[in-house]
């Protein structure tokens, strides 16, 4: 099973909510990324976790706080966003082999409306 | 600086007729290669990888790609477009973050099959 599943598939949020956007994966994979991808552009890293830890992030805003509470599970809680941050966000994952050849497999993403 | 330039946009071919989908990477070090497709409102799939382990790729779908250091390229390719493979092409580098790897892509070929 490489399938990566993540929910909500659509969220329209107003610029004062508080929401959260879940990511799960059952293939024993020990990193996990969340990406940004605007309409017509490439994806975009955003964070990466490695075992459960914040390994990378770039320099993306505080409105964007990741979270990952066990190794199948990761979250992305959004508060006060705005209008610019509408995009579809990725999430994947990897087997953290240590090899920079290693694959990642991406969810379907969940589109998000910030009003 | 590890890099991949895909040239043109927008590639449109007709039903049975060869798909050339180019990608060039810039790179001082041997670069580790990978093509992705996304179908309309769906995540990143993996096509196909390059390892080091050989020049000529075979992929999913009927696709490859070929290494070619000479050029600085890694074109996919397939011999008969089919109606199904019209989408969002990327071809990605992946390269060091730190303590992790990460995979930067680029602008991505859209692909349209006329029947």
């Known amino acids: 099973d490489t399938e990566v599943t993540q929910t909500p598939k659509h969220l329209v949020m107003g610029m004062t909510n508080k929401k959260s956007l879940k990511c799960e994966q059952h293939?024993?994979?020990?990193?996990m990324y969340w990406y940004k991808q605007k309409a017509k552009k490439p994806p975009e890293l955003m964070f990466v976790?490695?075992?459960?830890?914040?390994?990378i992030n770039e320099s993306v805003p505080s409105r964007f706080s990741p979270e990952c509470p066990n190794s199948s599970l990761l979250n992305l809680h959004l508060h006060a966003l705005q209008p610019e941050d509408s995009a579809l966000y990725l999430c994947?994952?990897?087997?953290?082999?240590?090899?920079?050849?290693?694959?990642?497999?991406f969810g379907p993403g969940t589109r998000l409306l910030v009003l | 600086a590890q890099s991949v330039t895909q040239l043109g946009s927008h590639v449109s071919v007709s039903e049975g007729a060869l798909v050339l989908l180019r990608c060039n990477y810039s790179?001082?070090?041997?670069?580790?290669l990978f093509w992705y497709v996304q179908y309309p409102n769906q995540g990143l799939q993996l096509l196909l990888k390059?390892?080091?382990?050989?020049?000529l790729v075979k992929g999913i779908n009927g696709f490859e790609a070929e290494f070619k250091k000479s050029e600085t390229s890694f074109h996919l390719t397939k011999p008969s477009a089919h109606m199904s493979d019209a989408a969002e092409y990327f071809c990605?580098?992946?390269?060091?973050?730190?303590?992790?790897?990460?995979?930067?892509f680029g602008k991505g070929t859209l692909l349209t099959v006329n029947p």
């Open positions: 994947a994952s990897s087997q953290e082999t240590g090899l920079v050849q290693e694959t990642q497999y």
């Open positions: 293939m024993g994979h020990r990193a």
């Open positions: 976790y490695s075992y459960e830890k914040l390994s």
């Open positions: 790179s001082s070090v041997p670069p580790y």
């Open positions: 390059y390892t080091s382990a050989a020049t």
């Open positions: 990605a580098v992946s390269k060091s973050g730190g303590s992790n790897y990460k995979l930067t």
